[in-house]
């Protein structure tokens, strides 16, 4: 589970100089919340491979930077703004861990003993 999150961090993450005290392209939440997405898209076609693989997710890698109001270059210079911020990044991957362990656990209203 966190090594495909790992693994999405890894590749948008690419180093760059840039100015430390900038704003970043895209807010720490809504990061959380596009990569958060992207864990589960990734989850989703874990078991295919090959052309089918690439195309589906890059045909909803897109739809979801879409539902976010963004677009990929905005994403990927907001992945070298944090790249470079590591104590954001690190915020930012714990939003993401709890975010997808709170959709994990069984909501405690519908457990009936």
Same mark, same amino acid.
């Given at each position: 589970?966190?090594? @495909? !999150?790992?693994?999405? /961090?890894?590749?948008?993450?690419?180093?760059?100089?840039?100015?430390? =005290? +900038?704003?970043?392209?895209?807010?720490?939440?809504?990061?959380?919340?596009?990569?958060?997405?992207?864990?589960?898209?990734?989850?989703?076609?874990?078991?295919?491979?090959?052309?089918?693989?690439? @195309? !589906?997710?890059?045909? /909803?890698?897109?739809?979801?930077?879409?539902?976010?109001?963004?677009? =990929? +270059?905005?994403?990927?210079?907001?992945?070298?703004?944090?790249?470079?911020?590591?104590?954001?990044?690190?915020?930012?991957?714990?939003?993401?861990?709890?975010?997808?362990?709170?959709?994990?656990?069984?909501?405690?209203?519908?457990?009936?003993?």
């Amino acid at each position: 589970m966190y090594k @495909s !999150l790992l693994l999405l /961090l890894v590749l948008f993450f690419i180093c760059c100089k840039e100015n430390k =005290d +900038s704003k970043p392209p895209i807010s720490p939440e809504e990061m959380a919340a596009i990569l958060t997405d992207l864990y589960y898209m990734e989850a989703n076609f874990e078991s295919l491979s090959g052309y089918v693989k690439d @195309s !589906l997710t890059q045909t /909803l890698k897109q739809e979801i930077l879409n539902k976010h109001q963004t677009n =990929d +270059s905005i994403f990927l210079l907001a992945g070298d703004y944090y790249n470079l911020r590591p104590e954001m990044l690190e915020k930012i991957e714990r939003m993401v861990i709890d975010k997808i362990e709170s959709q994990s656990k069984p909501d405690s209203s519908t457990i009936r003993n």
